[in-house]
């Protein structure tokens, strides 16, 4: 099915109500399903090929951040041919429908790309590799001798390998010189490492997925952990369904299907969310349910960088009553108090959050008060107890938060700001003093704008589609038409159509590498099959480009399995030490998560309790990211965003995502099964909001917000929320982007797709 040529949306099946004939039949005949569990969706097996396997070989699916097990059965023409969970990985065996049809993305050959091209007379034309290195090289030496460092960008992403983004970032902020390193985790992942930051001193999360076999109270909030976490929403259902009292809260203003299995499910009004989590507060600390043990010991109350006392904290939190709350928020106080309760009350409270949380302009104050729910509560630091802060791409984590692929950060959990972090890494680099420039770089939305201004002349895009991705996207389509840009993919995208040069990336195990998911866990994909046609791994593409600009000495590592052994002796001058992953552990276990200090050590499932080697001998508790081994509670008040509903802009558009699409579509899109499970991309409304719009499914709606408009079909869905539109970004001819507004969190800077308001206009009725 062409998702772009496509009306039959009407059939969007539903693949978890599907048994197992109808699942075969959608998927064309081709599957055999081994399993499909009581909650119905998980597939375990999947064969594209009747022939026979003749080897399996470990591997992790190369999509989210789940970082699922997979086990790759290869033919006898070295051809991928069967996928199927792998048992022993940290995911059970359960994999979703993408991961399933892995095989069939690796054979898409007609939509990858081939060879280099070179835009000439604004056509792109086929080239060889060395003329295209060649012209690459040239235009970042002239940019960098012309307009200095800052005149050249790399954006990258949370889907290559530790290798690659490493590399990169260590070309650029400690050969270049330039700070201008970002990529898409700054969409995704930005305000939870800000907010992990500022809370413990250190990002990335201390519990794990294991914590779900032991949580009595789920608060999920912001995520559609059934289409976007398939296996962990799996996990959850398993523990729920385990006899044991289990009390499932989810605050979304769609009722999506996760929402749809929850005990609690909590509409809030869109970009409200910070008004529940302190009126939570209020109650928890009203009725006195609040951990005396890290009250007084384990926690730092701030008001900015100001340290002030417990009674202030409640003070603070006068104004957020549940009664004061209730109607912005659109949540009874009654309700706010029970969830608070089985919040605090239970055994083990696990949070899970992604989107809805981080894609906000207040999204580093909502990650800062999730973890001070459990500090607060002391619902921390034991099994079944965290604020589990879900990654969403394969390598958003070890790729480029721990490797510090951000304009702000360096390796390791160091900051830019601090001189004597910038120092270390200078060192530990081999370059002279004063080479890492002491101020951040551009982020994502201020390097597009940096684009729009002519500051930078030069940029390298690696394994990401911002033409299709970026908010406001028509803002930054000038800035991606003057610069020299130079696009590393694998398949056809829209940012192509703004490259001067284009380079052919080898796929997924086509190449080599480490990917590090939510739990800290690092996991190696090994090499199976030749890249297809030219291409070439993005880290070859990188060792190339770096010895044509004069850095080849300093990029010495070339190989994946070298740049591993010099990033794993570098973390041992931190705290995220994991010296003990060597190549040949990670070749034979099931995945190891740091820190994982020596060759002997078993890795570390839970940070900052006995058994994480940082922690202190003698102490039950130690958050060692601050010196007195206490984490931070902050007073963060909830404050409107511009994008508030009025007379002329009177419902929300928020965007997100479907169980059987990757973001922009240009990997999904290209395998038939997919594209049928979602149907081309639309916009969903409820049925109140329809009647009131007149509306019905199969019509063309209008959608338009103040920074730009979107034309496309609609369906009506009990599923969705009145006073809520939503549509997905998949489709390269339904970009909602262009009507996303890129209003952003100041501190993170990550952009909020959330929330934006917009009205309808009817344009054609369906004429079916
Ligand atoms: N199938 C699939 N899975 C994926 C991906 C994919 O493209 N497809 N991408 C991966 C990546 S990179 C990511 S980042 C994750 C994203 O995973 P999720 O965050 O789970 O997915 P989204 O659909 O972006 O948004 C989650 C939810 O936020 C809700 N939301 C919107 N506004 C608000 C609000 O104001 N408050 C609250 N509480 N909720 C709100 C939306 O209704 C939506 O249900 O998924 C990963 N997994
Ligand atoms: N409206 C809206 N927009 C959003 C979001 C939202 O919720 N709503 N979410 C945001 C978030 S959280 C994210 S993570 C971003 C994702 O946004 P993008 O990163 O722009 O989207 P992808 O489709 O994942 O793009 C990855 C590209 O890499 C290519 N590729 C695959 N493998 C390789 C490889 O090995 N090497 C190279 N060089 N290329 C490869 C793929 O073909 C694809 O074109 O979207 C953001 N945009
Ligand atoms: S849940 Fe994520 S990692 Fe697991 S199979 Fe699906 S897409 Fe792959
Ligand atoms: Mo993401």
New binding site residues.
Partial sequence: MDPNNNDDFEKDEDIHRLDRRSFIKLAGGIVAVTALTGTGWAVTELMVNEGPVKSWHKSVC?YCGTGCGVMLGMDENKKLARVRGDEEAHNKGVICIKGSLLAELMEKKDHRLKQPMIRKNGKLEPASWDEAMTLVADKFKTSIKDHGPNSVAYYG????FIEESYTANKLFKGGIGTNNVDG??R??MASAAVGYTQVFGKDEPAGCFDDIDHADTFFIIGSNTYECHPPIWERIMRRKDSGKDVKIIVVDPRRTKTADHADFYLPVVPGTDLLLLNAMLHVIVKEGWQSEEYVQQHINFKKGSDTVSFEEFKTFLEDYSPEKVEEELGVSAPQIREVAYYFAKAKSSMSLWT?GLN?RVQGVFLNNTMNSLHLVTGQINKKGATPLSMT??CNACGGVRDTGSLSHILPHGRLIKKPEHRAEMEKLWGVPAGRIQPKPGYNALSLFQAMNDEKVKAVLV?????A????NIDHYKPGMEKTFMVV????D?ETIKYADVVLP????IE?EGVYGQTERRYQLIEKLVEPYAESRS?LDILVDFAERIGYGDFISSKTSAEVWEEYRHLSSHSKYNFEGITRDRLKEERGLQWPCPDEKHPGTARRYIPGDPFVPQGKEVFFYGHKDGKANVFLRPYIRGNEQVNDEFPIYLT???VISQ??????TTTVKELNTQSGPGRFKLHPQDASHYNVKTGDTIRVTSSRGTMTGKLEISELETPGVVFAA?YDKSFI??QV?SDDHDPYSKQPD?KVTRVKIEKVAANKA
């Fill in positions: 190369r992403s949370g889907q290559l898409n985790p969409l995704c989107m894609q969403g791409q690696m394994c990401t589609n911002p299709q991705s970026m908010p590393a993919d694998a398949f995208s990336a080898a796929l997924y190449k993005d965007t997100g995502r990757w973001h922009t579509g240009s990997m970004f909602i982007n996303v797709y």
